[in-house]
């Protein structure tokens, strides 16, 4: 939000410069990012004076130039080439000297040198009007009609403002700064300063205040709770003057024409919405605000055919809509050149229907920023005022109406319940009554129900940010300023009696670093989604949905139950980008309703579920000459779960095949019984529908109880086996069904002493080893940390795993 300087300056006898209103204004909540400087000609003619033509003749070596001497003030007498056709002796002209920066209306900015021009030097240059960026003629030099004398710049010639333009951050809670009002008003709060309204807001009744009666009805109370307007006859739409331009330009806005600039002009000035209806189509003379039916066609101002939903609320006349209600004007019913009578509207409209009008048809404008945050329901008639009156001013036009104000349930102000205790225990510090009661008084906040202990504030309506104590109590410390709250000079060991701290980011960020090392990249998704998508997933259940009550649109409707489709949805995105091979990982959460009771949470209906989601897909590394293409697999997602387990000294207890229905194949880990992991190939099915064209390699970690194991194990520290390993190789033919984590699981439970690990180096499936067999080639790691092992201890040990896989999973031992 731009802020202009000399704008707030109206309102407020402001002294300081803007670097410390910058500052206050950041103190205070309302954070400055960055001042811009802002000059009605760009570069504010710097360097540019008024020179007086002494000689002028025809440049010996151009038929098109002419060689001129031009005093420039000081006595000094510059030599300058000229290839205006107009130039002649006597004339008082604008003279661009040396090392002025030129900002012309086309093209790119340039700088005055010195320079030789066909062999004459030219210390300067005589400039069009074009060249200097205040018009568009390049037919010949500016010939000015002034007594100025030589060297007055050109600034003080024209005019030329140059004002501080605050960029504000302004964030969604304060709806009552976005105007120059607005951040006047918190700054008369801080400096105790008195504020100006705009002069004669009173408008002059005429003879004619009846010539245009305009009938207003509100249908809907609810999305309209106040309805104002007035009918100004006989304006003239044509270019604001220079100072209305000027004021807009400030503030990054094009002027458009006076009707269009003053209802702008009063909104960034005063924060209340304004629209001009051609008086001349409003059928009926009345004016109806309500809703229609759903799927009603209509044309809005930029020419586009919307369908209309039933909650979207319209203004209308007797026959037909003419505006969305605090969104967009329609095509048919504003304001044109050939406009002569205005009605124009100042209204309060429910944020809710404004807020769900715009996110619908995907329209973001000056009004409905407003409007759906909340605006102050008590500015409509004096936004009105000020812009009838500006309208007459400028516009030419006179009241033809009588004002129309419908406001037939007032909105409250807050009644908020305030303590001194609280006020002191949330602050840490005694801010004395006098204070307070002064503050809050800026504030415009009435205090009643006064008593020792405390009070009750009547904050007013536009202050939608504050309705509870804390809020009270934030605007006494923004106010009173954070940085005189001082530190305390002894700290309870209450703070810091977990030592050393344990952190979950800590280990995030641990993770996050391990995973980038191995290719991976981070992403971070919104928790909000389509509601399809709990459909299509068999592991989720519908009737947990979070569903929004606000929802910005039709395709963020719920919060999402699953990691599944936040991955997919951002792996179509790059592959749409011709980015193939993806290693993608997200902390994130899943939200879940549950309609009843749950056992271990009696109290709990909406949960919370914490998450690590890795995604690989595509082929193991970029194409290489080197390196044949070779598709990443279930091999390359487990070991990079077996990487991170072992990096936080997690082993899972238990490893077995996934039984979840959105994997096609996969593995579950398991850890103290619980579900720890899950990692697979994703079901074609869910890929294809999120339009996905290769397979995807998911894993989804319990993040809380992965954190949680990790912040409970052990870490152990030993000397280094002095005796050395001894390896073995055994080759066995088993039942498909048989995995190897049952082999693994088997042979340390025979031998858990001196085997080390046991690993699978070759596998092989063929005819010949009869239907439903698999062999397994694997090695084995033995190792006794007392002493060297001999053949004969080795071999007691494989014979005795030889026996066991014979026995307990009909294995046949191949020699």
Known sequence: MKISYHWLKTFLPLTQNPETIAQALTQIGLEVEHIDTFETIRGGLRGVVVGEVITCEKHPNADKLSKTTVDVGNGVILPIVCGAPNVAAGQKVLVATV????????????????????????????????????????????????????????????NIETDYVFEIGLTPNRADAASHWGVARDLKALWNLSLCMPEGLELAQTKNSQKWPIAVKVENAEACPRYSGICISGVKVQPSPEWLQNRLRSIGLNPINNVVDITNFVLHELGQPLHAFDAEKIKGNTVVIKTLPDQTPFVTLDGQTRKLHSQDLMICNDAEPMCIAGVFGGLESGVTEQTKHIFLESAYFNPTYVRKTAQRFGLKTDASFRFERGTNPDSTVLALQRAAKLLVEIAGGEISSELIDVYPQPVKPFEVPVSYANISRLIGKDLGKEFIHQTL??????????????????????????????????????????????????????????????????????????????????????????????????????????????????????????????????????????????????FGKTYHYYAEKQVNHPHKRYEERNHLALFMTGQQQAESWQNPDKALGFHDLAAVLTLLFKKLAVSPDEVKPSENPDLAYGLAYYKNKKLLAEAGLLQPALAKFADVKQPVWYADIDWTLLSTAHQRAKFVYQEIPKFPEVRRDLSLVIDKQVSFQAIEALTFAKERKLIQSINVFDVYAGENLGEGKIAYALSYVLQDENQTLTDQVVDKVMDKLMKAYEQELGAVIRK
């Not at 005589?126 to 500016?142: K, P, Q, R």
Request: proline residues 5%.
């Open 99 to 158: 090392g002025t920066m030129l900002f012309p209306t086309e093209g790119e900015p340039f700088e005055i040198k010195k320079a030789k021009i066909r062999g004459e030097a030219s210390e300067g240059m005589i400039c069009a009007e074009d060249e200097l960026g205040i018009g568009t003629s390049h037919a010949g030099i500016m010939v000015l009609d002034t007594d100025l004398p030589n060297g007055t710049p050109a600034a003080t010639l024209l």
């Open 441 to 586: 008084a800026n504030l415009e906040i009435t205090l009643t129900q006064q008593t020792n202990v405390g009070f009750t504030a009547l904050v007013p309506p536009y202050r939608v940010d504050v309705q509870r104590e804390a809020d009270i109590i934030e605007d006494l410390l923004r106010l009173y300023g954070f940085d005189n709250i001082a530190l305390p000079t002894q700290t309870s060991t209450t703070y810091i009696a977990d030592f050393p701290p344990k952190s979950e980011h800590l280990v995030e960020d641990l993770i996050a670093q391990l995973l980038a090392a191995r290719g991976f990249n981070e992403m971070v998704n919104n928790s909000l989604t389509k509601p399809g998508y709990a459909e299509k997933l068999a592991t989720v259940d519908t009737a947990q949905n979070v569903v929004m009550l606000n929802k910005l649109s039709e395709e963020l409707e719920v919060m999402r139950q699953s990691m599944i489709f936040s991955g997919l949805e951002t792996i179509v995105y790059n592959q749409n980008r011709k980015q193939k091979n993806l290693k993608l990982f997200e």
